[in-house]
């Protein structure tokens, strides 16, 4: 009998190649597991249907992660080395445009410095005495 439950738990938690759960599979298991639990009310059996419905987000999570290039995994890391600040603190001078809902100036002004547009972060390489404002934009400091 604990041969059988050893076989039956390995089979269970082997991953093979070949067949791999994804998340759709959990998440339809959970919600098979979740229907039959309310039916025969079997309220222990839901808590196993949650467990499941957990794996299926966390496999969500990894398959979606798995099809970004690094460009796009790129976004859901913080950057560290400049934080993104708001245009709240300036006063714009020669609007470009807008870009994602915000405007677009060529300068920013603070209560001490003037900063000019360099462009976006993506593009621009940063070598010192600049600031990150959203939506993404690099400005160096203007010397007056």
Not at 23 to 49: K, N
Not at 80 to 97: R, V
Request: hydrophobic share 50%.
């Amino acid at each position: 009998m604990k041969r059988r439950l050893n076989w039956a738990a390995f089979l269970f938690l082997h991953e093979s190649p070949k067949m791999k759960p994804n998340s759709s599979f959990l998440f339809t298991g959970g919600s098979v597991l979740a229907a039959i639990a309310f039916i025969s009310e079997a309220w222990p059996l839901l808590l196993l249907a949650l467990f499941v419905l957990f794996l299926g987000l966390i496999r969500a999570d990894r398959e979606q992660l798995a099809g970004l290039d690094a460009r796009a995994t790129e976004m859901f890391l913080a950057r560290c080395d400049m934080p993104l600040l708001p245009l709240d603190g300036f006063a714009g001078e020669g609007l470009i445009g807008y870009r994602a809902g915000y405007p677009v100036y060529r300068v920013l002004k603070s209560r001490d410095a003037r900063w000019q547009l360099l462009g976006p972060d993506d593009e621009v390489k940063v070598v010192g005495n600049a600031i990150r404002v959203c939506p993404g934009l690099i400005y160096r400091r203007l010397e007056d």
